[in-house]
């Protein structure tokens, strides 16, 4: 899809349930007082970056422009997906392993335009909606298999979903990339991006007021074109999701939390 038809299909994509206005009015709301009055601009940083994205779009939403900056001065990136993305209503076994495969053609090509080659792209295949409710040993292999992720590329800066993001795989990733670290035994610094936390929480009561002192935007603007491409690569997931959440990706800058280590 080109840019153009994409951004016309967002024209449709405004809000139109009552419920979706309201959220739109009030992520929007949300995200321009933080803006304004909460965040603190940071500097785009040097340093090697491990994302790791519970579906095949997080990343893209959440960290696209900080990608493609990133890559633009030829800093590795590496992309981790731990779900297989296959969780999206389809209940016959060849329609969802259709959509695994769509996601995960759609996570290479969103990727590939951001400037992350597939040799540091992996997919950890969890069944989609299930990573906080594994098993104990197969919870242990994940995070093994994510501690030795993170022994062998050395990240400097590890990206995840924020603890509160308001969905089960994101938060889970979040414990699961947070309990790896030690057994990796490496220092990183651990940054959170949120994807959901604007839309579906209610901020004020949710987040402490330490969670909003964490806060600080990255300007993306000379990637935004880019990261605009890169989301127009799921096609899938576009249609899929609420009306008007698109909107507040489509902006120059990209929000994150710094995490206590
Ligand atoms: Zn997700």
Not at 201 to 219: E, G, N, R
């Amino acid at each position: 899809m080109s840019i153009k038809k994409y951004l016309q299909s967002l024209q449709k994509l405004l809000p139109n349930t009552l419920l979706e206005q309201i959220q739109y009015l009030h992520s929007s709301l949300l995200l321009r007082w933080i803006l304004s009055s909460k965040s603190q601009p940071v500097a785009f940083s040097q340093k090697s970056a491990m994302v790791f994205s519970p579906h095949q779009d997080d990343e893209t939403f959440g960290c696209g422009g900080l990608i493609a900056l990133k890559r633009e001065y030829g800093i590795p990136v590496v992309v981790i997906f731990l779900t297989d993305g296959g969780s999206t209503g389809h209940t016959e076994p060849n329609s969802q392993n259709q959509i695994i495969q769509i996601r995960k053609q759609e996570a290479l090509t969103a990727l590939g335009i951001l400037g992350v080659p597939s040799s540091a792209i992996h997919f950890l295949e969890k069944p989609d909606g299930t990573l906080l409710n594994l098993k104990n040993q197969e919870r242990q292999q994940t995070i093994t298999r994510i501690a030795e992720l993170l022994q062998k590329y050395q990240p400097e800066e590890v990206y995840v979903p924020h603890h509160k993001d308001c969905h089960r795989d994101h938060e889970a990733t979040y414990e699961l990339v947070k309990e790896a670290i030690p057994q990796a035994k490496i220092t990183v610094e651990l940054i959170q991006y949120p994807i959901w936390l604007f839309w579906r929480a209610p901020l004020f009561i949710m987040l402490k007021l330490q969670d909003i002192a964490a806060v600080y935007h990255l300007s993306i603007a000379p990637v935004q074109d880019k990261k605009h491409r890169a989301i127009s690569s799921y096609c899938s997931q576009i249609q899929s999701l609420p009306s008007g959440f698109i909107q507040r990706f489509l902006g120059s800058t990209e929000i994150f939390f710094k995490s206590e280590s």
